[in-house]
């Protein structure tokens, strides 16, 4: 009987602590190619690593699309054990959640314009010159981050800039009917719209210019309700199924 009992304690004492948690919340933006719902499940490349992160790591989840706004919001509320994958690292952002290891490598942003006004966009030389530019409207999308570099750069912008609460696919439907001049989007964006004909590549031309800052690094933002354990059985998950994001 003894034997039994201690047994059971032993058993009991080596159920990973992260299952004592419950399931781990999934949050997942609407951003394909990364993360999206199809035919009413998660999709996306992004989507496809957190769960074979999770697999490995002997994690329950549970996957549910989110507005980014309130992703943010129930990530700071800090009410359940929750974790969000594909975001940037930033210093606000480290203020009330915590981040995993690297799961993807950013190619640098482009700029996408309206095809009339293409010719015109690229005299400008630099991305610097261009947002200085009072004769081109900038589309942004609200309430993501371009990253630091961009950001800071966008902010300290005098160009005319048009803000819109929508997905980058609806921004550029915008710029491809000329509501705004130019935007700055992700390749990985640009290449699913193209593939997906959201948008006429006859309508908009692609920019690049030596300034815009190097792709940045994407990681899984969780709540700090996310304990210790668990964020160390992601990240030892991460080196394991993701060694070539980790080489970069």
Not at 15 to 31: F, H, N, T, W
Not at 175 to 184: E, G, K
Not at 198 to 213: E, R, W
Request: charged share 25%; with cysteine.
């Amino acid at each position: 009987m003894i034997n039994r009992i201690v047994g059971l304690v032993i058993a009991l004492w080596l159920v990973p602590i992260c299952m004592a948690e419950g399931v781990l919340s999934i949050q997942y933006r609407d951003k394909p190619p990364y993360s999206y719902e199809k035919d009413g499940k998660p999709a996306g490349f992004l989507i496809e690593r957190t769960v074979e992160v999770l697999r490995y790591a002997a994690i329950d989840a549970e996957y549910v699309e989110v507005p980014i706004k309130r992703i943010v919001v129930d990530i700071k509320a800090n009410k359940k054990a929750i974790c969000s994958p594909g975001w940037y690292r930033t210093p606000d952002r480290e203020g009330f959640a915590q981040f995993s290891l690297a799961i993807h490598k950013d190619k640098p942003h482009i700029v996408l314009a309206n095809a009339n006004v293409a010719r015109k966009i690229k005299s400008n030389g630099t991305l610097k010159e261009l947002l200085s530019n009072k004769g081109f409207v900038l589309g942004r999308v609200v309430g993501v981050s371009y990253g630091p570099e961009l950001d800071a750069m966008m902010n300290s912008a005098t160009a005319t800039v048009m803000s819109a609460t929508v997905e980058p696919g609806d921004l550029a439907r915008m710029i491809a009917t000329h509501r705004a001049d130019y935007m700055l989007i992700d390749v990985e964006d640009y290449n699913f719209l193209l593939k997906n004909k959201v948008v006429d590549q006859a309508d908009l031309t692609v920019v690049k210019f030596d300034d815009i800052p190097a792709g940045l690094t994407r990681y899984i933002m969780c709540s700090k309700n996310v304990s210790a354990e668990t964020m160390r059985r992601i990240n030892k998950a991460i080196q394991a199924v993701l060694s070539d994001v980790q080489a970069q």
